[in-house]
């Protein structure tokens, strides 16, 4: 730290450069990288040294000396304070501009390898505000609402700018009901809020996507990937849903199967009883449908999978192991749908799948979809496959 040419506390005038995926703005001091929240390309700044890290520095705002041209006025009286979301202050097109540039700048390695790459326009979120169908809420000292970034704090809240409307509107009644269950001031309580239940807990629509306007969007991008897939020449080959949930794509892709059978894997057992009991309902034959409650990892050591087959993965933020990885680089299906939440996790797998395959796999089509406005997070959905092309 002694090799700093500021300190803790120390007040500077700097200008942002870009956003990092973390959401915070980037700027630069004597060279040095200071990731700033709540500020945007093209402004400039007095701000306030908080912390030094090994490589860089992190700062807070104390003057708006000159907004840059993506700034805009947050609607919510809590932002700046409330956890919640971190981008209310830059314009929706900007943001989507953003998310589209970040994840090309991470995909860049793999993709220039790839000439044939397409990337997509990123796909909006038909609702930029008050598109969360649940949330957890944090109860304590008689306060509700979320905890302020990087502390249990709570921010105290009357209504929430991306839950649903009909979400929001219950924030003040069930602050009432939480006040005269007289709880001890000091006891936290999570409090589960879900459009898809009566009483503030977790439903069983808790395992889809939280903006479900979206998720349509990107279900349905999803489908006419795949609609160019032959169905039915030779032998009937396989559609695996790995990370599935509660069957979220499972489900879909059983309608356009054909004679391909469709296998979903999930850790989750409550999700994955979910998708077990809808096969049920609905009667499906076991020998096209099958859902297993399993680890995709040890999944894939006892049910290999072919060159023919087609595979989905929709993996956590953290992606997939390297062993998975490696798994699928050795089987070598066809085509792959990657869909994830985290460019950094998805550039590193794409990474290991080329260098373990040799160079098997082309990068096909990438493409956006702002699953979580006024946030730094975004949905990516990338195909590839062991063809140069997929006509």
Known sequence: MSNFPFQIGEL??????????????IARFSGVVIFIPFSAPGDLLQIKITQIKKRHAEGEILKLIDAG???ATPPCVAYGHCGGCNWQHLSYESQLRFKQEIVTDFLNKFISSSPTTKILPIVPSTKPFHYRNRAQLKFKDNLLGFFKKNTHDVVDIEAC???EEGLSEKIPSLKIDLIRQKLAKSELKSVELSLFSETPDLSEEGFSQVNRFQNENLIQAVLSALSATPK????????????A????????????????????VELHSGAAKLAQDKLKKLKLSPKLTEFYNADVEIFLRRFPISAKDIVLLDPPRVGCSEEVISILAKSAPHRILY?????ASLARDLDRLWLKSEGKYHLHQV???????QTH???????ISTTQSLN
């Open 69 to 71: 041209p993506d700034r």
């Open 245 to 264: 949930g509660s069957g979220n794509f499972t489900f879909p892709l059983i309608k356009i199967a054909g004679k391909r059978r469709v296998v979903g």
């Open 12 to 25: 500077l005038e700097v200008k942002i450069e870009k956003l990092s995926f973390g959401g915070s703005g």
């Open 367 to 373: 493409q956006c979809f702002d699953m979580f406005p």
């Open 232 to 243: 039915d020449e030779g032998s009937p080959s396989t559609l695996f849903d790995l990370y």
């Open 161 to 163: 700018w991306l839950l």
């Open 339 to 343: 869909i994830s939440c985290d460019p």
């Open 377 to 383: 997070h975004v949905e990516t959905l990338v195909e």
